[in-house]
């Protein structure tokens, strides 16, 4: 079975960086999208950009464009989020989640367990 | 970006109850459309994609309609279990998005 687990949770300062993890297992890893997804407390699911780990090509929200860095390890199966420039707006749950098996139109079929990041001075 | 606005914000319903939550795209995403149930602590789980395709062991009181900029999701017949926020979201175009959520309380 399918699937993602991501690194715990952080606590970070103002201005700094954090780097989530999300280990994959169970299935092809370069054959789905991997895409990341955050959520503020109370509020919906924000889409943050995707990574195809074939080819580690990238699509970011320009709402991130600039402070976030998708990258993949094909070896570990594993895909990375950093944010950079933190700031109190992005404390949050961030998920990393797959592509389901859509012929046309694409979803999201499989998430991770969520990383809590708190940015507090 | 796409913009996509449901309504109602939330709703109150008895077991039993018919239920319909729309969501409505800021331009047309043809069939582009999925949607998802949330609880509390737990990561969005999927229930119809491309509009109207229910997914496999999703129950059949869930089922989903519209194409261009109207979509609705409805709920047959509520149950307890259906106590969640709802959730559409397109594929149409990126950057993703998702409504605001339509939260679902049951009396």
């Known amino acids: 079975q399918v699937h993602l687990v991501q690194s715990g949770a952080e606590v970070k300062r103002p201005g700094a960086s954090v780097r989530v993890s999300c280990k994959t297992s169970g299935y092809t890893f370069t054959a789905y999208y991997i895409h990341w997804v955050r959520q503020a407390p109370g509020q919906g699911p924000e889409w943050m950009g995707r990574i195809n780990p074939n080819s580690g090509a990238t699509t970011y929200s320009p709402s991130f464009q600039g402070r976030v860095t998708l990258t993949r390890d094909t070896s570990n199966r594993t895909a990375y989020m950093e944010v950079g420039n933190l700031r109190s707006a992005d404390t949050a749950v961030y998920f990393c989640?797959?592509?389901?098996?859509?012929?046309?139109?694409?979803?999201?079929?499989?998430w991770g367990q969520g990383t809590l990041i708190t940015v507090s001075s | 970006d796409i913009q996509m606005t449901q309504s109602p914000s939330s709703l109150s319903a008895s077991v039993g109850d018919r239920v319909t939550i729309t969501c409505r795209a800021s331009?047309?995403?043809?069939?582009?459309l999925n949607w998802y149930q949330q609880r509390p602590g737990e990561a969005p789980n999927l229930l119809i994609s491309?509009?109207?395709t229910l997914q496999s062991g999703v129950p059949s009181r869930f089922s989903g309609g519209g194409f261009g900029t109207d979509f609705t999701l409805t709920i047959s017949s509520l149950e307890a279990e259906d106590c969640a926020t709802y959730y559409c979201?397109?594929?149409?175009?990126?950057?993703?998005?998702f409504g605001q959520g339509t939260r679902v309380e049951v009396k």
């Open positions: 331009q047309t995403i043809r069939s582009y």
């Open positions: 979201q397109q594929s149409y175009g990126t950057p993703w998005t």
């Open positions: 491309a509009a109207s």
């Open positions: 989640a797959r592509e389901g098996d859509a012929m046309v139109v694409p979803w999201i079929a499989y």
